[in-house]
T-cell receptor, first 109, second 112 residues
Framework: NAGVTQTPKFQVLKTGQSMTLQCAQD?????MSWYRQDPGMGLRLIHY???????DQGEVPNGYNVSRSTTEDFPLRLLSAAPSQTSVYFC????????FGPGTRLTVT | KQEVTQIPAALSVPEGENLVLNCSFT??????LQWFRQDPGKGLTSLLL?????REQTSGRLNASLDKSSGRSTLYIAASQPGDSATYLC???????????FGTGTRLKVLA
């Protein structure tokens, strides 16, 4: 039982590049979410999903896309990276008790 | 719009002291509230989950209370240890939404 896994752990992008952050869970949770964590600002919700095929926006969705084709996977896509997207990204699953992945530290130069 | 505040932002205490961390929220119509611990460079670990119908939850040396009417939750840590040093975050799920809103956390340092 791996819980919530995220890849990669670290990534450096140049402005304008695109990439996908991967997230997978093996707990059969319907609810999954993506957060970004910035110093002094806590965790802010980017997008969430209440089940396969259903996604919605959180507090800070601009510049990010998501899709949910299976219960297990919830990838986050950065379409055209900007320095303002430098952050630590966390994926979580579960709606009552939330379980978090280890995070992806992203730097955009 | 739900807002979650944690005060103080940082706290330093000597080992063995009992301490209380505070979390306040603006909308009392909550579904549940969760306390997390985050070690530097790591993800979040769930400590305690309080459903809206509950007043408190306990796990070992930790006790979390919830007062919805006043928009407050407290996390009580008994007999603190250096291993308790971490950032503690609370998160609130407001009824009718599908979102957890997080506070900015309290950074705790327990001195040996």
């Amino acid at each position: 039982n791996a819980g919530v896994t995220q890849t990669p752990k670290f990534q450096v992008l140049k402005t304008g590049q695109s990439m996908t952050l991967q997230c997978a869970q093996d707990m059969n949770h319907e609810y999954m979410s993506w957060y970004r964590q910035d110093p002094g600002m806590g965790l802010r919700l980017i997008h969430y999903s209440v089940g396969a095929g259903i996604t919605d926006q959180g507090e800070v969705p601009n510049g990010y896309n998501v899709s949910r084709s299976t219960t297990e996977d919830f990838p986050l896509r950065l379409l055209s990276a900007a320095p303002s997207q430098t952050s630590v990204y966390f994926c979580a699953s579960g709606s009552d008790e939330q379980y978090f992945g280890p995070g992806t530290r992203l730097t955009v130069t | 719009k739900q807002e979650v505040t944690q005060i103080p932002a940082a706290l330093s205490v000597p080992e063995g002291e009992n301490l209380v961390l505070n979390c306040s929220f603006t909308d009392s119509a909550i579904y549940n509230l969760q306390w997390f611990r985050q070690d530097p460079g790591k993800g979040l670990t769930s400590l305690l989950l309080i459903q809206s119908s509950q007043r408190e939850q306990t796990s070992g040396r930790l006790n979390a209370s919830l007062d919805k009417s006043s928009g407050r939750s407290t996390l009580y840590i008994a007999a603190s240890q250096p291993g308790d040093s971490a950032t503690y975050l609370c998160a609130v799920w407001t009824s009718g939404t599908y979102k957890y809103i997080f506070g900015t956390g309290t950074r705790l340092k327990v001195l040996a």
